[in-house]
């Protein structure tokens, strides 16, 4: 069995869910977009980390809600979904914008994004539902395409409650996931940790545990 067949049925699933989801336009609310783009939002200081947007990747942008929070910033932009129809949301969202490119992704890996092109890769609220497998094989494949010296700010699931189980099942949507195995494949696909944090998503920590969530920000030594 591939690597990639390992939780594929899953990827689909999670993949078709999120097809034109009501969730886009309530996302778009300043209020929810104040938890990652405001003064006070953990996101927005790690971000800040990011030495250079020449050329950067959103993994997973959904609608393009965080790519028009910096696509006056970014030299070159490249959203990429699973879902075909959140691309040709983003194609009319930026038509006006000569920055923006547009990838369809596997859901695994990223084909296609071509070895050593991107300064930055981001994600937020999108990796915390993924697969861990599959998580774990973006990680990989992104020392492939970051240039030397590019960085990576990943928001994923730490939530290490219901191994095998659905990913709807579980506090907030989280899918299984671990910080602890995020920082090992990393190591070991050769990129250094720079910053972490594990953090609650909302709600009452006694009932959902705390630290579900965590944000990492990698580098392509
Ligand atoms: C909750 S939405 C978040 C969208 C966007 N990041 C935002 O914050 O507005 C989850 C996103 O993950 C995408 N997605 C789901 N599984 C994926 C996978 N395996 N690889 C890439 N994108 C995936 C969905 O199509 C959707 O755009």
Known sequence: MKNSEIGAFEREQ??????????????????????????????????DFI???????????GHGR????????????TVSDINESNIAFCRQ???SRGNVSYHVGNGHDFAGV???????VF?????????FEDVLSYIVDLKRILRP????????????????????????SRNFGSETVFWH?????????????TFNWGGNPQEMGFGIDALTLLRRP
């Not at 071509?114 to 930055?120: N, Q, Y």
């Open 66 to 77: 965080h790519a028009a929070q910096i696509v006056d910033r970014a030299v070159a932009i």
């Open 51 to 61: 030495a250079d947007l020449s050329s950067v990747l959103e993994l997973a942008c």
């Open 114 to 120: 071509a070895d050593a092109s991107m300064t930055a």
């Open 149 to 172: 010296g590019g960085q990576a700010l990943l928001h994923y699931s730490n939530y290490t409650g219901n191994p095998g189980g659905h990913y709807r099942d579980n506090p907030h």
């Open 14 to 47: 999670i993949g078709s869910h999120w097809d034109n989801h009501g969730y886009y336009q309530d996302a778009e609310s300043p209020a929810w977009l104040d938890g990652f783009w405001g003064p006070r939002s953990r996101f927005a200081r790690l971000f």
């Open 93 to 95: 969202r930026f038509a």
């Open 185 to 197: 494949m990393a190591r070991r696909a050769g990129l250094q940790v720079l910053e972490s944090e």
């Open 123 to 131: 994600s937020y609220d999108a990796m915390v539902h993924f697969e």
